[in-house]
Structure formats: C-alpha cells, structure tokens
C-alpha cells in the first residue's frame, strides 16, 4: 500500500510500503477513508522524538473493515468505524475504570495516514457509526479518534463544572476541543489563551467567552483580573511544553485541577507551588473509546462541530505539504483525503 | 516567655525570648497547655531549611486564650481552643473553597513549642473546645492542629472511596493519621508501607489491613499483588521525599490519584509516567480549619484516637531530647507539656 513515512528530521514522503496484515486473531484491518496530521506527529517531525527511517506515521484515522481476525466478532468487512488513536480490549480492569489508554492490551494505530491501517484489539477498539453519515460529518467523527476526545479528557481531569471558570491553554486543535468540552460541559467563563486571530475566532465560535492574547506573565494577569484575583476553577493545558505547564498552574486557583493531555516535553512541574497552592494535576493520554458514547451523539446530533479545526484539505498523496502548514503554523490541522 | 529556639544545625534549645504580643486587631495571643513536635520541624533541625539563629520553632499547639485584638468577637480570654498551624480568615474565596491554607491573609503558628504563641487571622483560625474534655483527649485534640488533619486531606486528596484500596506511603504520624483516615472513609484494603514494628502495629490498630514492610521496586511488587497486579484506587504520600513520591506513583493504578501532603523536598515530579499512567497529583499543605467540623467530634466521640501517634512525653523545657528522639527514630512523635 501507499503510506506516509518519515526518514528524517521534517523529511516526509508518501511511498510504497508492505499492506498491514492480521498478525493477531484480535486484530482487524481498515481501509482509511479520512485520516488528518495531529500537533504529537509534529514532535517526530521535528526530531524530538527518535526517528526510525521509513517509519510510518499518523494515528488518526477512520474507515472501513476490511478485514478481522478470527476472534473479533462485533465487526465484519464493510463497517464504517471509528479508529481511537490507541487501542485497547475494553475489558481489563484499567479499562472498566475508564482508562482505556493504559490497557493491559494497550496499542496504538501505526499507519493512519495510509491506505490501510492495523488495529489491535479491535473488538474492544473500534466503534461503529450508525446509519450513513454524509461526507459533511466525516471531519467531526475524525476528530474523536483523538483531538476531540483528547479536549474531552482534559475538561474530565480539570473538573471542569457547571457556572465555574474553565482556562485553556492552548490554542491548537486539541485546546479549541477543550473549549466545546468546557462550553458543553457548562462552564460559565471559557478563557481561551490564543495568539493567532483565526483561531481565536474559532475558539468563540466554540463557546470560549473570553479571549487572553498575551503569553506569560502578562496573560497570567490577565487571566487573574478576568477571574477577580482568584483564579480559574479548572484549567485544560493542551500543549504540552514547560511554559504552557507554568501558565496553566499560575493562573489555577489555589484547589483547583490542572487537566493535561499534552504529552509532555521539557516539563519539569513545579511540585512546590503545587503543595503551597494545593492545585493538582490529572489527565494524561486521553482514554478515547471511553468517551465515544458521549461524543459520537452530539457530533450526530450537530450540537458539536469538532471538524472546523480542519482548515486545510489534501489529498493523501499530498501529505508532506500539510507537515508543513501545520509546522509553519499556516494550518491548524490538515485533514487528508485517499 | 520561654521557647524553644533553633540556633544551628541540631542546635535546639529552650531560651528566654520577648513575649508575643497583640500586632494586628485580627490577632490572639494563646497560652499554651500541649505542643509536640512535627516531622517538618525535623527539616529545619537538619538544615534542610535555611537556619536563622535564635528562630522560635514549632506550629503544633492548642491552649486557652490570653488576650483579643479590638477586632476579634468569637473568642475572649478563657476560652480552650484548637490553633490550626495554618492561620486564615475563613472569609476569602479560597477558604471559602476550603483551601485555607492558601487564604490570602494565611499566617502560621511561629512560636509552638512555647509557653505562648501568636495567632494571626483569630476569628477564623481558632476552633473552641466545647465542654470541658478531661487530660486523655489532650493528645488527640493536639493532633487536630496538623498531623490528623493533614493525613486526612491526603486522604481526601487521593480520592479515597469506600469499598476501594488505599495505600499510605510512610510510617510517620501524618502516615499513620493518613491510615485512620482511609479507613475512616470506608476504603476496604489499607495498606500500609512502614518498616517499622512499633509503627506496623499502631498502623493495624488504627485500621490498616495490610502492612508492607519492603521499601523500593520490592516494596512496589508486593502492593501490586496485594492489589491483584492492578493498582491502588488511591494513594497517600506523606512522606514528601524522592523515593516516596516515586514508590506513590508506581503503586497507583491508572487514573489514580496520589494525594501529597509532605512538604516536597527534592522531589522530581514523573511527569511522563504521570502522562502514560494516568495517575495524579492532589493535595498540598493541608487547610486544617477546613476540617475540624468532621474531625473534632470523631475524637470527641472516641470514634478516632489519632493520639496514640505520640509515644513520647516531654516536659516543655526537655524539648530538645525530644528533638533529638525523633530524629533518630526512637519516638514517632513527641508530646510537650508546660
């Protein structure tokens, strides 16, 4: 099959590659009908994390069955289905207690920016979309295999509640899904940190109230006079860096959560601020099969449109070019069509 | 009055200072009747805190009032009362939401171990004693103005449920408050990490079911099969070291909560860990006052004896014996009496 591979530092191409195969009877194979670039394939991109050349790429994909192994019996070829970005059997003990990103069984999709993609442990991973939705939806159902349900997570673990102040630091796909999660969940005041205009746009069409434009100190403070000296109830860190980290507890009232879903890089937490402030920290790799069955029926429903963080449509083949826009920064999020 | 000083490193002493006196109309003066000995005093006895010579020490006391500020109209001289070691006004929004120990006029007991002490912020800080409780509830009364209510707020902070596993990270008397705690709020399994017998066997009466007497990865093992592979439901670090913290993550099942209440001293929080896991991070210096409704009729009641954690009885002015027997670990905690 063709599939996107990565050979060197910001060096992507699309090329021929082996088609993935069923190596476990709990495995199944998708043909991928939409996949898309997420801000976490940039830290290969970029060389923070280790390159293996010709490695393939992208975990954020959705598609149709093609092929189950013999143990998986909830799903036949022909299924249109929704691929979380990591797997998981749904019936380990982690998994019952709705950390399905650290199952015993814990995989992840290798390929998703492909033809085809392997998915462990579908008969736990995969969730099926009712009906035949149409062309128009298929940018918000792909963004639950991640970003969506990554934003979710990070409202779950700040505790975000009803009337409260919710804060999100970041603006990039993943924190403009943390403001519909925080806007949904019905926080009063959404204070989104934003620099860039077409995302803060975004972001008050998503529900965020209040726009803080500034970085570091001086957004601080603009967050605390916007939360009258006290601080935000919850805040959602949705980057990932040291100093998105430093922003999000500053402005944390003292017993309020910091929810991340950043994986982190450069982060060193700053544990005795934390003890003098009492403001914690949760979150981590966003168990996304948990949140389906509350995400799949608003996006159905059209109560939230996760999709509009796609600004950028490419053909598969194009690929290289939407790394660049996202690491440039002229796109928020690509999404790629076969 | 006399107090006890700290000069150099392990240089306590019981010496002659100026008596505290009425600063603010916000303050009480409270002469002492039992004070003890905190492990967080230990920090400063070994120099792992700044020495400044001739500093009054000590933030564990309760007494009866001696003198009110003109503003101070719930308490007169007379009056028995419990002296949280954080001071706070009870008002503002983070007492409020029962953070008081991060009131924005937050104040702390300097002069505990003494014959009197100063309390800023009285009229929220200070809890009455009703009745006339007799010499035997001393000790527990005593252990409401830190250790018990600290355990108790890791407790709270670790999210401990009824019907779940709780692990207590060390032995110490917030450790061993941590153990009534957990048990207290119904968790089924508490398990206690102490390596040492006089401390196993307090921790059993006080309501462990389960005692690991091994430290590190070994340690770790036998919490994880005591937990049939899976995880602690909740963790209590009340030690605030490197190794405790690590051994609290380890121990945590995913989507845990550790809840810390040692004061961090060259703790490097596992950031990555916490991320892949799913295990956070609550907790902080415990907001005492917030806690004393629960907790004082749970000793009033004889429900609770967390005053068994003192197995030494000093005269005030033998304080540095005391000093001297809890650093080197023959006494948990050291009773003062005047």
Request: hydrophobic share 40%.
């Amino acid at each position: 099959m063709r599939a996107t591979t990565l050979h060197d530092l910001k060096d992507i191409r699309f090329t021929e590659v082996p088609d993935p195969v069923i190596e476990a009877p709990t495995d199944a194979i998708v043909k991928i009908t939409a996949s898309c670039i997420c801000g976490s394939d940039l830290w290969n991109y970029r060389g923070d994390n280790t390159i293996t050349p010709g490695m393939t790429i992208g975990h954020e994909c959705l598609g149709i069955v093609e092929e189950v192994g013999s143990s998986v019996t909830s799903f036949r070829p022909g299924d249109f289905v929704i691929v979380p970005f990591c797997h998981c059997d749904n019936t380990c003990p982690h998994c019952l207690a709705g950390v399905q990103s650290a199952c015993t069984h814990v995989g992840f999709t290798m390929s998703g920016q492909a033809e085809y993609t392997r998915v462990t442990q579908a008969e736990g991973t995969l969730y099926k979309v009712p009906g035949d939705p149409g062309a128009e939806l298929m940018p918000s159902l792909l963004s639950l295999t991640d970003v969506m349900a990554t934003g979710w997570h990070a409202a779950v673990a700040a505790g975000v509640r009803k009337g409260g102040t919710a804060v999100v630091v970041g603006d990039g796909a993943v924190g403009l899904c943390g403001v519909i999660a925080a806007s949904v969940m019905g926080a009063e005041k959404v204070i989104a940190m934003s620099r860039h205009a077409d995302r803060q746009k975004l972001a008050m069409e998503f529900g965020a109230t209040h726009i803080v434009a500034t970085r570091g100190e001086e957004g601080e403070a603009e967050v605390l006079e916007l939360t009258d000296g006290v601080g935000a109830d919850a805040v959602l860190e949705c980057v990932g860096t040291g100093q998105a980290m430093n922003t999000a507890f500053s402005v944390a009232r003292p017993g309020a959560m910091v929810g991340f879903v950043g994986a982190p890089h450069g982060v060193t937490l700053p544990v005795r601020q934390m003890f003098v402030k009492n403001v914690g920290l949760a979150g981590g790799m966003a168990p996304v099969r948990r949140y389906l069955d509350e995400l799949l029926p608003l996006v159905l429903d059209g109560r939230i449109d996760p999709g509009r963080v796609f600004d950028m449509t490419l053909p598969l083949e194009s690929v290289a070019d939407g790394y660049r826009a996202m690491d440039e920064r002229t796109a928020i999020k690509v999404f790629l069509q076969p």
